[in-house]
Nanobody, 120 residues
């Protein structure tokens, strides 16, 4: 089993930065794909970034060049560094983990509780 706890959300002005954290615990964390998803009211959940166990990353086109996913393997904490934030980045952000990476949220069995990001 895997437990995920996000933190770091908040309100920021457009152009600003935020760093989200996801503390992971449980079995085989180092061998799992971990990712960030977001969902805005009235919108579908979308993949933002994934980090595979081999270090490879994927990003949604909407955040490429602005967001960076990385992990502190010693502490099992996944991060999402968000820069040049835009109002359209406003959403609840979720951390997810699964054995294999996928852009589809339905493929992930482990989720955090979410953290709100508001950009004005």
């Amino acid at each position: 089993d895997v437990q995920l706890v996000e933190s770091g959300g908040g309100s920021v002005q457009a152009g600003g930065s935020l760093r989200l954290s996801c503390a992971a615990s449980g079995s085989n964390i180092d061998n799992r794909c971990m990712g960030w998803f977001r969902q805005a009211p009235g919108s579908e959940r979308e993949m933002i970034a994934t980090l595979d166990s081999d270090g490879s990353t994927t990003y949604a086109d909407s955040v490429k060049g602005r967001f960076t996913i990385f992990k502190d393997n010693a502490k099992d904490i996944l991060y999402l560094q968000m820069s040049r934030l835009k109002p359209e980045d406003t959403a609840t952000y979720y951390c997810a983990a699964e054995r294999l990476c996928s852009e589809l949220g339905d493929e992930y069995n482990y989720w955090g509780q979410g953290t709100q990001v508001t950009v004005s």
